[in-house]
């Protein structure tokens, strides 16, 4: 049997057979303790776990970990399915501002069924589907147990992929509508870059159903004109390459559409820019990711005769503002849609045993490939 780390193996097998190991609540860290064998205890895991940031194709391994205790207000949970988000990425590597300690077990968020139960949980029950809610590293792993303050039961007609996915892509882009600008259901439109993204994607649907327009800008790469069709099915009003927008005054390309109050960035460098252009006086940037690695620059002119501001969007710090309730409310709500086929996005469902596949496309390294979800 494989723990998480040789060396707490090794000290373990100097107690008797009654030490147990447990993984710590925040779901992932080993700590050794001693206690009788419990009477509830969840099956042995396997689990994606890395001892050190680095990159995750070199840090990463599967290792079989022993089973833990089920205390009394636990829920023991089997994972169904937990995608690959760049944010993970990021906490692997060590570059993201909150992450587990090492060694930890990798995954943010994801779906799973209960499996077993402590003896003063009554909210779930074997054979519900639920979700960490607000999300909870560890889940790339079998068997998840941690209290049931931490789960949520959600309706189990919603596919498995997006009950996966829900929290932290298509959230984000709903609090982005929301939170910054007021806009109105006639009259108003948003542009953003990195349009092709599952927050962009979920940006247009969500806008859409509001009535509010949207002008998207993607990169310049093979197939982007099948990636303007796809938008637009999805509802986009407008979608443009970076290049198209090499004009004197790209306004002018809007047509009968009006300016935009709200642009979303998750590029940064001149894709940021383009969005800056279209803005209308007064009109407010959010950002909530940097795929380029670059800086935004914003002219002075922008601020003195524009007034443009210039706001960012972390979703796990808007869920540490205790929003629980309001955060699993929306989660219902964006399920529902999913469930109805009014909030659609790509994935890709991979077994575990092919979590390294999985990794390397999520890593850029076949190309571009749609969010990499992997199945227990």
Known sequence: MAALMKSVTVRALKFSPAVKFRLTRCGGTPELSIRSISSVMSPPSKAIVYEQHGSPDSVTRFVNLPPVEVRENDVCVKMLAAPINPSDINRIEGVYPVRPPVPAIGGYEGVG???????????????????????????????????????????????MEYAATITVNPLTALRMLEDFVSLNSVGDSVVQNG????????????????????????????GSDDAKENLKALGADEVFSESQLNVKNVKSLLGNLPEPALGFNCVGGIAASLVLKFLREGG?????????????????????????????????????????????????????????????????????????????????????????????
């Open 195 to 222: 349009a092709t993204s599952i927050v962009g994607q979920c940006v247009i649907q969500l806008a859409r159903l509001r009535g509010i327009s949207t002008i998207n800008i993607i990169r310049d790469r093979a």
């Open 284 to 376: 407010t940037i959010v950002t909530y990711g940097g795929m380029s690695k670059k800086p935004i620059t914003v002219s002075t002119t922008s601020f003195i005769f524009k007034d443009l501001a210039l706001r960012g969007f972390w979703l796990q710090n808007w869920l540490s503002l205790g929003k629980v309730k309001e955060c699993r409310e929306m989660i219902d709500y964006l399920l529902g849609l999913a469930r109805d086929g009014k909030l659609k996005y790509e994935t890709e469902l991979v077994p575990f045993e092919e979590f390294s596949v999985a990794l390397d496309k999520s890593l850029g390294k076949l190309g571009r490939q749609p969010k990499q979800v992997i199945t227990f």
């Open 113 to 159: 069924e209960v499996y077993t139960v402590g003896s003063k949980v009554n909210g779930l029950s074997p054979g519900d589907w639920v979700i960490p809610s607000p999300p909870s590293s560890g889940t790339w792993q079998t068997y998840v147990v941690k209290e049931e303050s931490v789960w949520h039961k959600i309706d189990k007609t919603c596919p």
